[in-house]
């Protein structure tokens, strides 16, 4: 009796396991790649885990409710101090900063770390939102408020939470997502119509030609206005004086 009592055990150990199994493998890549990208024993599973991704938007909020006005950056974390485009960002950064803007980037190295020394060396205020990655990402020093986020999903929303600017150079996959995410929700009043400032005419004028000629004429999937959400610029002059034209801004105090 106590043999065959073992033996459905082992069978309902071994059902349970195979079920794991299939759960896992339906649950995986929400679960890897959104819930749990630290793979902390798959514990994403569990619904306290809702709470982590709470606290990220709390503290996220918190800190960003004490930047009124703010600008942010976005580009490429590859370019080097030496890169024009990274002098160019810590330039037009600086002049952000000294008339009372706060400057925010993803706090990693490349034009989110030029925009944070811009800030840093005028005495502005500099904030870094880091997120962990594989290769590139680590914060900068150059911040005077930071956080470091798990998820990204709770990040990208941070970046755009305070900002009354925002600001892309030259960048890959991240800095293109970034900037179709707020063209979308400005093209769908979603958000204001905020200044959205691409710099650098070399690099921008190849994906507008793109849009103009085939989204906009070709296939009609866009309205002409739409092609006036955005500024084009080659100076770090003109950027600046699409943003302080542009951006709502109240009760700015200046450094």
Known sequence: ???????????????????RKKLDAKTCRIVTELLD???????????????????????GFELLRQHQVAAT??????LLPSDPYYKAAEELAARLAKKGFSIISG???????????????????SVGLNIQLPFEQRLNPYTTDSLNFDFFFSRKVMLTFASQAYVYFPGGFGTLDEFFEIVTLIQTKKIDDI????????????????????????FKTISPEDMEIFHLVDSVDDAYKVIMKHAKIKDVVKI
Do not use: C, T
Request: cysteine-free.
């Open 37 to 59: 990208p630290n793979g902390v024993d798959g514990d994403a599973v569990q619904s306290w885990r809702v709470f982590r991704i709470m606290a990220e938007f709390v503290q």
């Open 195 to 218: 200044p959205v400032i691409l710099y650098g005419k070399e690099f921008w004028e190849p994906l507008l030609r793109y849009f103009e000629k085939d989204l906009l004429k070709k």
């Open 107 to 125: 706090g990693g190295p490349g034009i989110m770390e030029a925009s944070n020394v811009g800030a840093f060396k005028v005495g502005g205020k």
């Open 1 to 19: 009796m106590l043999g065959k009592k073992n033996e459905s055990n082992k069978k309902l150990k071994i059902h349970n396991a195979n079920s």
């Open 73 to 78: 950056f976005w580009g490429s974390a590859r």
